[in-house]
């Protein structure tokens, strides 16, 4: 019974790609909410100097830019099959 679940739910992410679409959205919002962050982290600390607050920021929104371009890499992947 449990298989058969997985292969429901399996089928539908490949027929409908709704998951991908989802993540795409998901990491989309990611990266919004890092901007904002960073808007805000520069504004709270406009007396350090410019380097080091471009390196915190830098350092912090590597990561969701990298799930972001992941994501979209593989949304664009998928809808070229």
Known sequence: MLT?????????LEEGAWFR????GLA???VWNTTLWAQSF????AHRPG???????GAVA???GLIVT???NQYLQA???
Not at 51 to 57: G, M, S, T, W
């Open 4 to 12: 058969q679940a997985f292969r429901w739910v399996e089928t539908r």
């Open 21 to 24: 679409r989802i993540y795409v």
């Open 28 to 30: 989309t919002c990611l």
């Open 42 to 45: 520069a504004n709270a600390n």
């Open 51 to 57: 380097i080091e607050v471009a390196a915190i920021i």
């Open 62 to 64: 590597a990561i969701p």
């Open 70 to 72: 992941f994501a979209f």
């Open 79 to 81: 809808k070229g099959k």
